[in-house]
């Protein structure tokens, strides 16, 4: 069926392209997106004229497994539905690697390898007793510095133009 059935896209919003049905008129499309937890996110029940469905919105923000049901319409009979399915897993295009993380005098300096694509970073300090937030900045630069009284597990995620990658964490004990 699709184009893409069965595999793994990057893309939040894919072209979902599908063989022609000779004598097809118009295809029926139902399409729904789920993130890993079961929650429904999108769903889009559509009639289009070509074998192609480009999506009116993302499907997902970071995780999910698309279905996909397809029937060709031809005059005033409708063939049964064909089924298919995609995932979406935009978190390798925005991942951080290692980060480095000391503390000194009350200062903590973080450092970490630029992540292609990323516009920003979120930078973040909790307590390691009771998780309270501690601190928090946003950069643009690959490191950052964070004035910390006590320890603390710090977090690094960085923002990119296809979503928020997910958060690399280190504990610096006083």
Sequence with gaps: MAAIAGQVTTEKQPRIDWTAVSEANAYKVHLQSRVPGGRVVSVHDTVVKTPTFL??????????????????????????????WFLIDTSPTCRLGEMG??????TASLRWRPVAGAVSYEVRAYGLLDGRLMASQETRSPEAKLGLSDGAVVSVRPACASGLGEAVYRVLAR
């Design 55 to 84: 999506p009116p919105q993302p499907l997902a923000e970071h995780h999910a497994k698309v279905t996909v049901r397809v029937s060709a319409v031809c005059g005033g009979e409708t063939s049964a539905e064909t089924v298919s």
């Design 101 to 106: 993380a000391v503390s000194d005098a009350g």
